[in-house]
């Protein structure tokens, strides 16, 4: 729905609004962006080519006409130099390694997201971005030794906790990755996915009582969170707290009124609620 509404905002004579229906666009599967997007890397607004150019790079480009590329080529230059224009900001080399990245050009984000680093060695995006190419790269323990480091330089980031702590819950050292799940929950308590992946992690070790007082702290704070939510109806039911995860099923079917999925929990819940 969210596509449909900004695909027909497109060619509304305002580039704050386009560029907003672009960024929309940009978080859909390739072929959707395909579909929508080359004709925006021709439009008046050199931000709305620029953004256009970022949405399509990676595997929407393949398969885009000559004329397309050539257009893409074009604006996606421009993206490229808006970067470098920043260059003395890490930020400006995370973005140009996510571009390379999704290029397959992996020695190239290799060396745009170290360059990051070089600029501000407590930058958390750049230690995670880089760690998360190791991992693509199939070396989980180096991107360990990233985190770590990253780790060492911002002690308060909750991001590098985060990924550190999933990627020795990959390498099968639970009991050390718990730490750092709990780290960044507590770290950055605004970012409801770190609780929940905490919470998760605390009741698939059988600690069932601290999962779900994790995610009561957290729903507290975002109480309107889809996963938050289900999770705590998924554990509240297995204890036998039937009406409490009916209550939250509810809510979440005011929240998602067309999602099948919840309509059958939350149909399956009262039937159980009348037994």
């Not at 672009?22 to 978080?27: F, K, L, N």
């Not at 930058?123 to 770590?148: H, I, P, Q, T, W």
């Not at 939250?248 to 005011?254: C, I, N, S, V, W």
């Amino acid at each position: 729905e969210a596509v449909d509404i900004a695909s027909k905002v497109l060619a509304i004579d305002d580039p704050a609004v386009r560029t907003s229906a672009v960024a929309v666009i940009a978080g859909a599967d390739p072929a959707t962006r395909r579909a929508h997007l080359p004709a925006m890397l021709r439009d008046s607004s050199r931000l709305v080519r620029m953004s256009a150019a970022r949405a399509l790079a990676g595997e929407p480009e393949v398969g885009m006409s000559d004329d397309d590329r050539a257009a893409f080529g074009k604006a996606l230059a421009e993206y490229i130099d808006g970067q470098l224009f920043n260059a003395e900001r890490p930020e400006s080399h995370v973005n140009l390694g996510n571009l390379y990245r999704d290029q397959g050009k992996l020695n190239d984000a290799r060396a745009a997201f170290l360059k990051a680093l070089d600029l501000d060695r407590s930058f958390a995006g750049a230690s995670v971005a880089l760690a998360d190419l190791e991992r693509m790269a199939g070396d989980e323990r180096a991107a360990e030794d990233v985190l770590r480091k990253g780790f060492a330089d911002n002690p308060k980031s909750g991001a590098i906790a985060h990924a550190l702590g999933l990627s020795l819950i990959r390498q099968k050292r639970t009991s050390e990755a718990m730490n750092y799940l709990a780290q960044a929950a507590s770290l950055s308590p605004e970012d409801p996915r770190f609780s929940y992946v905490l919470a998760v992690a605390l009741h698939d070790t059988g600690k069932t009582a601290e999962a779900t007082a994790t995610l009561k702290d957290a729903l507290a704070r975002h109480p309107y969170d889809r996963d938050l939510l289900l999770a705590m109806i998924t554990y509240e039911v297995e204890a036998g707290l039937v009406t409490s995860g009916l209550e939250r099923a509810e809510l979440l079917a005011q929240l998602e009124p067309t999602n099948p999925q919840v309509t059958q929990l939350l149909a399956s819940l009262r039937n159980r609620t009348r037994q």
